[in-house]
């Protein structure tokens, strides 16, 4: 979600003109296609992507439960958690609900 804004008026959905444009389209295309409004197209690749993600910070989750179940060293825990906020990624800026953040 956008921070709160200090101005009057309507609050903005967008970060800016492209994103607003990329959710224009994804309606668009949802519509002549007939598909209801709570559909989120994507690309094969984009999903790909997105599992590949998602494979990863569960790999890295995982990889964190194990270490703290033995008696790991200030450094291995620290080399693990950063490879856990590593995977994350930009996951912060996915978006399925048809606004995409910019």
């Given at each position: ?65 194990t270490l703290l179940t033995e008696k790991p060293t200030k450094a291995e ?26």
């Amino acid at each position: 979600m956008l921070p709160a804004q200090e101005s009057v008026g309507r609050p903005r959905l967008y970060c800016g003109q492209a994103c607003r444009q990329r959710a224009y389209e994804q309606r668009s295309a949802t519509a002549k296609a007939g598909l209801s409004a709570d559909v989120v197209l994507v690309t094969r690749a984009e999903l790909d992507g997105l599992q590949d993600r998602l494979f990863q910070l569960r790999c890295a989750i995982e990889d964190v439960q194990t270490l703290l179940t033995e008696k790991p060293t200030k450094a291995e825990l620290e080399r693990s958690l950063a490879e856990l906020v590593r995977s994350t990624g930009r996951l912060d800026r996915l978006w399925l609900n048809g606004k995409t953040p910019g």
